[in-house]
T-cell receptor, first 117, second 115 residues
């Protein structure tokens, strides 16, 4: 079975440019998460969706960041304009459902390594 | 507020020996879930094991087991018969609340397995 698929795997861009990161969750999963990992702050949740609806975007750093989930099989995280401090690994993750049992284990993609110069 | 603490920045273990990675958590929720993930140098996050707060038995998944002590709010990961491929960063995480999938993570422990 295919896991969570992210693209691009690596991106180097200049400050001020728009960056779009893409994610395809595991088929049948109805929760999708965007996390950011940096050395200084570790893993942080940026936003998550249930059934394509944004539930909690309190982790989105500022207005330069936006995320969409137009359908159950696709999500984007956009940074416009990008800044050097946005350099990080961005993970997309999905889970079958929210709830209390192990069924809501969150599975991660391989990450998108972003460098803004 | 929920919090995960991993007090061991780095650990060494001899190949074929067992190792315990510590994790303590703080939550006021009665229902929660605890997870361990492995992050090798290639960067992906690999799910290892899950423990629910109401599970009476410690979770096991192959060579991984979770030593869950609810009263002490600890969820230590035990890796038995360490292998060179176990060298990686290990993250403890807690699902926040009973009806969300949102995870909060500890800072991680780097494990190095010596041949």
């Amino acid at each position: 079975d295919a896991g969570v698929i992210q693209s691009p795997r690596h991106e180097v861009t200049e400050m001020g440019q728009e960056v779009t990161l893409r994610c395809k969750p595991i088929s049948g999963h109805n929760s999708l998460f965007w996390y950011r990992q940096t050395m200084m702050r570790g893993l942080e949740l940026l936003i998550y969706f249930n059934n394509n609806v944004p539930i909690d975007d309190s982790g989105m750093p500022e207005d330069r960041f936006s995320a969409k989930m137009p359908n159950a099989s696709f999500s984007t995280l956009k940074i416009q304009p990008s800044e050097p401090r946005d350099s990080a690994v961005y993970f997309c993750a999905s889970s079958p459902r929210t709830g209390e049992d192990r069924g809501n284990t969150i599975y991660f993609g391989e990450g998108s390594w972003l460098t803004v110069v | 507020a929920q919090k995960i603490t991993q007090t061991q920045p780095g650990m060494f273990v001899q190949e074929k020996e067992a190792v315990t990675l510590d994790c303590t958590y703080d939550t006021s929720d009665q229902s929660y879930g605890l997870f361990w993930y492995k992050q090798p140098s290639s960067g992906e996050m690999i799910f290892l094991i899950y423990q629910g707060s109401y599970d009476e038995q410690n979770a096991t998944e192959g060579r991984y087991s979770l030593n869950f002590q609810k009263a002490r709010k600890s969820a230590n990961l035990v890796i038995s018969a360490s292998q060179l491929g176990d060298s990686a960063m290990y993250f403890c995480a807690m699902r926040e609340g009973s009806n969300t999938g949102k995870l909060i993570f500890g800072q991680g422990t780097t494990l190095q397995v010596k041949p």
